[in-house]
């Protein structure tokens, strides 16, 4: 593994316990253990037990000072209606259409994961392009996701009746239009664009008003990209904190311009400076 590499176990409590102590024996660091929630669990027909409506994953770095990693938490919390993510994953069993079956119409593998789940760890720890391995390949769940979303695939399975259907599952998948898997964009790692770039690019001109979205408070574009707030001079967000008699202000999302559709934050311009060299 690369030193930026992480680890996906998965497995019942027949197994998952030794398996997390034996890694942990060889030195993998524990990032989180994740739940999968079964919505419809197979049912203990005998009664002597709890119904298994579970099973853990295990997701791991090399080592304790593994640097490096991906985790899209940025593009997990927006997708989580701007919550963060959970431990906690509620997803069905594999089932209907997705669930293979040979030409007797039987199960062509008895615990053949459902691809929502291995969407979900593709997600949250991969990017487009990335080399996804999967040294138990079964039918292929994780290759057919990993082609879907854009990532290299390595797949290792012993059984030819497994290897075969994995083979013919993964060719039949059409990876998703580029756009919808571009890696979000969070506002630490977009390119820095200046406040004086909007007025040098003529978005907004020497002479413009700046005002909150109440329209309490306005200030002067200069020509060299700082504003006026009455007799003071300074940065749109050491000039947006004067005017709320506040320590700090983000600038972005305090100051608008006025057009003819109403008020816009300064903002939405910079988006469409770093949406030109993103596309650049």
């Given amino acids: 593994m690369k030193p930026s590499a992480t680890l996906w176990v998965i497995g019942s409590y027949h197994n998952i316990f030794r398996v997390g102590a034996i890694m942990q024996d060889l030195g993998f660091w524990v990032l989180n253990d994740i739940v999968w929630r079964k919505t419809n669990p197979m049912p203990n027909f005998r009664g002597r037990r709890f119904t298994n409506a579970h099973e853990t994953m295990i997701w791991a770095a090399r080592d304790e000072n593994a640097k490096g990693y991906t985790f899209n938490y940025e593009a997990l919390k927006a997708a989580n209606e701007d919550v963060q993510a959970r431990s906690d994953w509620l997803i069905p069993l594999c089932t209907g259409d997705e669930r293979l079956k040979g030409g007797d119409g039987k199960k062509v593998h008895p615990t053949q994961k459902p691809e929502g789940l291995l969407a979900r760890v593709l997600l949250?720890?991969?990017?487009?392009?990335?080399?996804?391995?999967?040294?138990?390949?079964?039918?292929?769940?994780?290759?057919?996701?990993?082609?879907?979303?854009?990532?290299?695939?390595?797949?290792?399975?012993?059984?030819?009746?497994?290897?075969?259907?994995?083979?013919?599952?993964?060719?039949?998948?059409?990876?998703?239009?580029?756009?919808?898997?571009?890696?979000?964009?969070?506002?630490?790692?977009?390119?820095?664009?200046?406040?004086?770039?909007?007025?040098?690019?003529?978005?907004?001109?020497?002479?413009?008003?700046?005002?909150?979205?109440?329209?309490?408070?306005?200030?002067?574009?200069?020509?060299?990209?700082?504003?006026?707030?009455?007799?003071?001079?300074?940065?749109?967000?050491?000039?947006?904190?004067?005017?709320?008699?506040?320590?700090?202000?983000?600038?972005?999302?305090?100051?608008?311009?006025?057009?003819?559709?109403?008020?816009?934050?300064?903002?939405?311009?910079?988006?469409?400076?770093?949406?030109?060299?993103?596309?650049?």
């Avoid at 259907?165 to 200046?194: D, K, N, Q, S, W």
């Avoid at 406040?195 to 309490?216: A, N, Q, W, Y």
């Avoid at 608008?256 to 650049?280: P, Q």
């Fill in 124 to 280: 949250s720890s991969s990017k487009p392009g990335d080399l996804v391995i999967d040294p138990f390949n079964g039918t292929g769940t994780t290759g057919a996701v990993a082609k879907r979303l854009g990532r290299r695939y390595i797949g290792f399975e012993r059984d030819k009746t497994y290897a075969a259907a994995a083979e013919a599952r993964i060719a039949a998948i059409e990876p998703l239009p580029e756009a919808t898997l571009a890696p979000f964009m969070t506002a630490r790692g977009a390119p820095r664009v200046a406040f004086s770039e909007l007025v040098e690019r003529g978005m907004i001109s020497p002479g413009t008003k700046l005002v909150d979205s109440k329209k309490k408070h306005a200030a002067l574009v200069r020509a060299d990209g700082a504003i006026m707030l009455g007799d003071k001079v300074g940065s749109i967000h050491r000039m947006g904190a004067l005017a709320q008699g506040a320590e700090a202000c983000n600038g972005w999302s305090f100051w608008h311009v006025e057009t003819k559709k109403g008020l816009r934050l300064i903002d939405e311009l910079r988006a469409e400076i770093r949406s030109e060299m993103a596309a650049g």
